[in-house]
Structure formats: C-alpha cells, structure tokens
C-alpha cells in the first residue's frame, strides 16, 4: 500500500497525459451552437468573460455526467459549485471551477494541461470530505479532490476503465482502476480511504484481459465478505471467475478453487460427482476454468453471490455444439455448497434449472440452431426447449407447448419422456425454472 499526500499544486495539474490526442467525432455537431439550460447560459457566460470566446467545450462521451457542465457540491459545504470543460487554441483540455455569487456565477479555480477526450466523469464518496471527482480520459484516471478552493490530485495512473463500488463493505465508496499490462492480462489497484488519508493497493494481477471481461460487480459472499467479482473469457470458449477484495490493506485475488474442495484426479468409473480439476496451463491450482459463459449473481435471491462452477471431469477444453451443466455455489466461510443446478444458452440468453439427478445421466446440446436445446438419455429424446423471436412466425412450434416470455422472445417446450419417467417434466416447470440474462 503506498499512502497518497494531498499536496499537489496546480503546477503539478499541468503535468500532461503520455498517449493522448485530440479527437473530434462529430464536426458538423461541433459547428453547431450548443442549447444551453438558463442556469448553462449564465455559466458559459461567466466563463467567456475569464477566458474569452475562442474556446471549445468538452463533452465526457460515456456516463451519467455527460455535460460540459457539471453542477455539484465539491467541498461538502452544502453549496453547489460548477465544473466546466473546455479546450483553447492548445487542444488540452481545462478544468474551471465556478461558484454561484449574488447573482451570476464567478470562475473562482481554472486546471489545465488535461490532454486528451474526456471519456466519463463520476463522483465518489470515500470518506466524510466530500466526493472525491473520478475522471477517465483516453488512457488515464485520475481521482481528485476540490479542498479550500483548489482542485488536488490524489491519484493518477494509466487506465483502461475505473468501477466504483464498495468493495471492503466499510458504507464508503473505492475506486477500482483497471489496467493493461505488457503481458495481456489485466492490473487491478483500489483506491480507498483508511479512515484517514485516501490510500492505494500495491498492484495485483488478474488472467483477465481487460477487454475479455464480460461481467464485473460487487457483492457479498454468504459468509458476508464482500468482493468484487470478475468474470472473463480468457481463451476463446473458455472462462474464468477471479474475485478481488482487499484484506489487511491488500488488494487479493481469489478463485472458485479456494472455496471449493476438488480432487487432482479420478477416473471415470470412480466418479462420486465431485467437481473435478485437471492440470492445464495452471498445473494444480485447480483454478476451475469452464466452458460455459456464465457470470456470478444472487441466482437464488437470499442477498448473497454464488460463484458458477462447471460440472466436468477435467479442465476446461474448447466446446463446440456441446452444452455443459453447471452448479451455482454458495460459499458460508467453512465449505461452498451448490445452491443451483442447470445449464446456460448465452444465444438465447437464459439459464435454466435441471433436476440435479440429470446431471450423469442426461446430456443437452443444440439443435437445428442455438435457438433450440435438446437433451438426451441414453441417445434418446427427452425434452426440447425453444425460443423465437415474437415477430417471427410461431407456427413451426405447433406441436410444442407455450411455457414462458421475456420481452422480445417466446418460450416453447417439447416432452418426450414418459408422465411416469423420472425424466418428464411439466410446462409449467420450465416457466418457475428459467432466469432470462
């Protein structure tokens, strides 16, 4: 952990950003005047009347803040203050920081030597100060705080992207900054406030890269420990589940295999059904890659995270036309249990709940497309399940029997098996067991 000194002068703000350059997307949108607000008017007024009329402002392209003018109460004093984006003829970008008097507002702080577009701008309560200011640019984040009238940097470093959550469960907000690294996996730093001073992990590692991460949020354990959960396709069809928190002022990452017991080996015919684990690239480690592109969530809505683990025999391979089951599983602080048991179609994007004893048994793969799932026993038949979009003609489906909807698709199933088969389901048991992604 290295501790971050609020000390940073303006001189230092005008330090600029490697990398960066600036960008215009949209010229004609560029050509045309902006419609202002009245309370905007007076705010691009005030900032004329500081820097003159030959400047640009500057629009943060993604997030809620998407205004280059931003109203908030910087320095907690019960007051809003203004932040307003602009570039001159030097194509950095500047900050000013105004505040309401009487009558109009007066620029009272200006930054400048941001190079670069501003890609989000968010708030973040860390501590009792005030909210601390996150702004990505093109390839850097940097936190900072508006104290006695001036804008400090707390920290600033390459970035890929920043989360805010509440990763240590302490009621204030982290700021978690993401990372590419020279080996194509992702760096994960957290900044958060030890009660003190706001403080920044050493650096840890994720197999992630950024770009190959499909699902991150923030949620408790049912043991209670908050973490933040990272699901990610690591090689083509094949995925991986990394959780981060921070533990004695330390970034850590776990997996799935420090919760979940697992053998190294067992053959086929002394299968138990434990989850088994296999060598691979990461040897014993047992990290349980899958082939299966599920994400962590409350799958059974009792407030916690269960965690996705395939039920296999061996480390993850790539998959073709194969569906695998997976178990979701809770973990209490002395042993994960499975929670939920089912498969996952991402092309129709729902999961649904199998009676556990179809797990040896029972096989499922696709069928004429991605849209149809099969499963067989012993090579035979047992159930179809459908999905078609509502404006598409239903009639092929004659046969099959209407079971569910979400918004844009329909929902059809097609037993085979026998009412008195421990195989036969009911309509109305797809429709209670299916979770639409």
């Given at each position: ?9 303006a001189?230092?703000l ?10 215009e ?6 050509m ?9 008017e ?9 820097i003159?009329?030959s400047?640009v ?6 997030g809620?803040?998407?205004?280059a003018?931003i ?66 640019w ?5 936190i900072?705080?508006?104290e ?25 907000e982290?700021?978690?900054i ?17 009660g ?6 050493e650096?840890i590692?994720?197999?992630a890269?950024?770009d ?7 949620g ?20 991986l589940?990394?959780?981060?928190t921070?533990?004695?002022?330390k ?7 420090d919760?979940v017991?697992y053998?190294?080996e067992?053959?086929?015919?002394e299968s138990?059904?434990?989850?088994v ?15 299966t ?16 683990v ?5 480390y ?13 599983m ?27 004893s179809?797990n040896e048994?029972?096989s499922?793969s ?5 849209e149809?799932?099969?499963f ?11 999905s078609?979009t ?19 698709k329909?929902?059809y ?5 026998e009412?008195?088969?421990e195989f036969y ?12 992604q």
């Open positions: 952990m290295k501790k971050i000194l609020i000390v940073l002068a001189a230092a005008c330090l600029s950003f490697s990398g960066c350059t600036f960008f997307s949209d010229t004609e949108a560029l045309r005047p902006p419609v202002f607000t009245e309370e905007q007076k705010l691009n007024a005030a900032l004329t009347e500081v003159g009329e400047y402002l500057k629009y943060p392209k993604t809620e803040m998407n205004s003018f109203f908030k109460d910087l320095d907690n004093d019960g007051t809003e203050e203004a932040m307003a984006f602009y570039s001159l003829l030097d194509e950095s970008t500047r900050i000013n920081i105004l505040r309401k008097g009487k009558e109009n507002w007066v620029s009272v702080y200006e930054a400048a030597g941001f190079y670069g577009e501003i890609e989000k701008v968010e708030f973040a309560k860390m501590d009792e100060k005030g909210e601390a200011i996150v702004i990505n093109e390839q850097e984040a940097g900072y705080r508006y006695s009238e001036r804008l400090e940097s707390l920290y600033r470093a390459s970035c890929e992207g920043t989360d805010i959550v509440d990763i240590n469960g302490d009621s204030y982290d700021v978690v993401l990372s590419g690294n020279p080996i194509g996996r992702t760096n994960i730093n957290i900044a958060y406030s030890d003190t001073d706001i403080c920044v992990t650096t590692s994720i197999n890269g950024y190959s991460i499909y699902s991150k949020h923030v408790k354990l049912s043991n209670g420990q908050n973490f933040y959960f990272i699901d990610s396709e690591i090689y083509e069809g094949v995925y589940t990394e959780m981060v921070i533990e004695e002022e970034a850590k990452r776990y997996f799935a295999a919760f017991e053998e190294e067992e053959t086929e015919e138990t059904g434990v989850i684990v296999v060598g691979g690239d990461y040897g014993k480690r047992g990290i349980f890659l899958r082939n592109k599920a994400e962590c969530m409350d799958i059974n809505n009792d407030g916690f995270v269960e965690f996705p395939e039920y296999r025999e061996d993850a391979q790539e998959a073709s036309d194969k569906i695998f089951f997976i178990q979701y809770s973990y209490d602080g002395t042993e994960a249990k499975p929670v939920w048991n089912g498969i996952v179609n991402n092309e129709s994007g729902y999961l649904f709940a199998v009676p556990e179809w048994k029972v499922v696709f069928g004429k497309s991605a149809e799932l099969v067989t026993e012993n090579g035979k038949v047992i159930l179809e399940i459908c078609v509502k404006n598409d003609y239903q009639d092929k489906y004659e046969d099959y029997i209407f079971a569910a909807e979400d918004e844009t329909n929902y199933v097609k037993t085979f098996a009412p008195e088969s389901v009911l309509p109305e048991y797809f429709k209670n067991n299916i979770i639409f």
